[in-house]
């Protein structure tokens, strides 16, 4: 039974959203500081970080479905995710200080590079799977739960967002930029408090509605077991829909955040003041995280009525379409010389208004496909007679990091075959090195998108079966229920 049979109070909605912020905090720092920052700042070849954090995230994928279904099996008079919440978060902070600021302030070497990296990806996984398996615990309706991933997302990407403006306007905002090192110190102990605050706090927030002992006590983990149910629940026939079109959007994502501070510094000059004279914290990099933030809100109104005319899958469908052609447009237009001077007000403004659009279309494709997994929870237990939360949002970490880390892999190629030098400055490049970056990113970035779109378009599980699903399934817990006061083991066993 869903924690919540009603309408989700205000209240809830928020406090459960805001425990995204620390994945936002996280996201923000791997896809677009971290590469710049090992290979400008530390020295670092791109070719090399970028396959050490590949590396990381293989590691780290390879555990999730792990923590995924520890989740799942938890039993305590606190739930099965409140534990997790608790417990990660403080050496989630302490790892993640050390990554923006490695012992001894210089490169910590590959290896060195991979253990932070895996440790950072771990524990934020303790405290992201067991959050977002709520989800489908706390309601079953299929627009309430699309209710939540808006306010996930929102929280998520105004952690982010926050992140990115401090950064722009404090942290680096000396007169070399993202090129100062010092600055990265404390971005990551502002970032590490928040990531404190948020999952603790949204946890304490929900503790008096899901801190209870769950319906059953699940069988004593085992590796061999733990494999066998994810196994399972992987072979879900819509969990493979899902899949399919996510490990193309995840790699997109990935390959775009992590190229995007070399594209907003050397291609369109957004380092530059937005207005001519004024303060020079007010640079269109300011102007581009702002344009992030509101994106989001934008999405955040558009999503659920989208949803409720198209449904999930045409949806996704849609937001990839809308983001790949809105997103590459300036750069097709710069290539062939229609598009104002880089660097100008006129050209920052026009790139930020298209880029509004863009990217409100390419969240809402994420939360599309993320709302999606909680109906395949219901069509898994219909077949198997199991919850499995924790390890499908776990396989759906398991997809984003792997694929993300695959994304800022093709970034660091990217970066490498367009021969940009180390230590480059804006307006120094040679024009030919950024129409070979540009071709090589839009080429890329066009065929993951018809990839998402084509697949995520196609998710079998409509609201329509979805509905359905639950009904029958409540017929089956209370068939159950009733077998169970006359002592009939098995009648709650039968398939209907």
């Not at 869903?2 to 996201?27: E, M, N």
């Not at 590949?54 to 305590?76: E, F, M, Q």
């Not at 709520?134 to 982010?160: A, K």
């Not at 469908?317 to 880089?342: D, F, K, N, Q, R």
Request: hydrophobic share 55%.
């Amino acid at each position: 039974m869903a924690f919540v049979t009603g309408p989700l109070p205000q209240r809830l909605k928020i406090i459960h959203g805001s425990g995204a912020v620390a994945f936002g905090v996280k996201d923000l720092g791997f896809s677009f500081f971290l590469l710049i920052f090992y290979n400008q700042v530390l020295g670092m070849d791109a070719r090399l970080v970028s396959l050490a954090l590949l590396i990381a995230l293989l590691v780290d994928a390879v555990i999730d479905p792990i923590i995924g279904n520890l989740s799942d099996r938890t039993y305590t008079r606190w739930g099965r995710r409140l534990p997790w919440l608790y417990i990660a978060p403080v050496p989630l902070a302490i790892m993640w200080v050390l990554l923006w600021h490695p012992p001894g302030g210089e490169a910590p070497g590959f290896l060195g590079l991979i253990a932070i990296a895996v440790g950072v990806r771990i524990l934020l996984s303790a405290c992201e799977v067991p959050s977002i398996s709520l989800v489908p615990e706390i309601t079953q309706d299929y627009d309430d739960r699309t209710t939540l991933f808006r306010y996930r997302f929102l929280s998520g990407w105004l952690g982010g967002i926050v992140m990115m403006i401090l950064a722009y306007t404090v942290f680096m905002s000396g007169p070399d930029g993202l090129l100062q090192q010092e600055g990265y110190l404390g971005f990551g102990v502002f970032g590490a408090a928040l990531m404190v605050l948020s999952v603790m706090g949204s946890a304490l927030g929900q503790h008096r509605l899901i801190a209870q002992w769950p319906e059953r006590r699940p069988p004593p983990f085992s590796l061999k077991n733990a494999f066998q149910e994810i196994f399972d629940a992987f072979s879900e026939r819509s969990f493979l829909f899902f899949a399919a079109g996510a490990l193309a959007a995840y790699v997109n994502q990935g390959m775009t955040f992590s190229i995007s501070n070399y594209l907003n510094v050397f291609v369109w000059q957004l380092d530059q003041p937005l207005i001519a004279g004024g303060p020079d914290w007010f640079t269109g990099l300011l102007g581009y995280a702002l344009t992030l933030f509101l994106s989001v809100v934008l999405m955040f109104f558009v999503v659920g009525q989208m949803h409720r005319a198209f449904g999930k899958a045409k949806s996704a469908a849609i937001g990839a379409y809308g983001s790949i052609v809105l997103g590459l447009a300036p750069y097709l237009l710069l290539l062939m010389g229609a598009w104002p001077e880089t660097g100008t007000a006129v050209s920052t403004f026009a790139f930020l208004g298209m880029l509004l659009f863009a990217n409100m279309f390419g969240v809402i494709m994420m939360v599309s496909a993320t709302s999606m997994i909680a109906e395949i929870v219901e069509a898994f237990e219909e077949r198997t007679h199991r919850r499995a939360e924790g390890a499908f949002y776990s396989g759906n970490w398991l997809i984003q990091k792997c694929a993300t880390g695959l994304g800022i892999f093709l970034t660091g190629q990217i970066v490498a075959a367009s021969q940009l030098p180390d230590g480059a400055r804006a307006g120094d490049v040679d024009a030919s090195v950024l129409s070979h970056m540009i071709t090589y990113y839009g080429a890329a970035a066009i065929v993951l998108a018809i990839v998402a779109a084509f697949w995520l378009g196609r998710f079998p599980i409509s609201r329509a079966e979805h509905e359905a699903r639950v009904e029958t399934l409540a017929k089956r817990r209370k068939r159950a229920l009733d077998a169970a006061a006359r002592g009939d083991i098995d009648a709650g066993t039968i398939v209907p």
